[in-house]
Structure formats: structure tokens, C-alpha cells
């Protein structure tokens, strides 16, 4: 069983910067494809970013969010920079094993989420 932990959620205003870690318990971490999911109130789930060898965003926050791993801490960081009142939503991360992100991962473990806000 996997267990994933993300933090550095809160509320930022339009324009800024907000960094989001997702913890892994002790896996072959290397191993496992993490994703990054949001769900924003009343809309489906959105696919944000995956990273294993290497990250793929979707186009809504290319650009704009940076993700990195580092496989001794089995930690994975969403940077997110230039936030938008859209993307507000509580966001989630998500561990694959043996995926590859250019694969089209199936998520077998996911965290509890955590909250981000854009306002003023």
C-alpha cells in the first residue's frame, strides 16, 4: 500500500506563487509515474501534470507550473506560478507503478487532497 501526503495548499492571490508537495511512504519511488489532479467545485477532474523520467503538463497550466521529483526524499513538488482564479480547486496526487507518463498512467493510490485558492 502506498501512501501519499501532499501539503503547501492555502489561499494566494491572483498573479502568485504557490508551491505543493506530495510525500510517498517508503517505495521503490523511482518506480512509480505521480501525477497531479485538481477538482475544482461542480467540474470533473482535471489531469494538471505527470512526472516520471520526466514532466508533461496539460495546457491549461503549461508554462506556468514546474514539476520535480527527487526519488531519495520520494517527494514530488507541483510549482505553480502566474495562479488564476481558475485554479482554484482541491488538488491531488496520485502514484502509478511501472507507468510511464506518455503511457497514460492508471492511478492505483491516491492522497487525501488539499485546498488551493486564488483571490483577492
Known amino acids: 500500500q502506498v501512501h501519499l501526503v501532499e501539503s503547501g495548499g492555502g489561499l494566494v492571490q491572483p498573479g502568485g506563487s504557490l508551491t505543493l508537495s506530495c510525500a510517498a511512504s517508503?517505495?521503490?519511488?523511482?518506480?512509480?509515474?505521480i501525477g497531479w489532479f485538481r477538482q475544482a467545485p461542480g467540474k470533473e477532474r482535471e489531469a494538471v501534470s505527470c512526472i516520471r523520467d520526466s514532466a508533461t503538463y496539460a495546457d491549461t497550466v503549461k508554462d506556468r507550473f514546474t514539476t520535480t521529483r527527487n526519488n531519495d526524499k520520494n517527494v514530488v513538488e507541483l510549482q505553480m506560478s502566474g495562479l488564476k482564479p481558475e485554479d482554484t480547486a482541491v488538488y491531488y496526487c496520485?502514484?502509478?507503478?511501472?507507468?510511464?507518463?506518455?503511457?497514460?498512467?492508471?492511478?492505483?493510490?491516491w492522497g487525501q487532497g488539499i485546498q488551493v485558492t486564488v483571490s483577492s
Open positions: 496520485a502514484a502509478a507503478l511501472g507507468w510511464y507518463c506518455d503511457d497514460g498512467p492508471i492511478y492505483n493510490f
Open positions: 517508503d517505495i521503490a519511488f523511482e518506480l512509480y509515474a
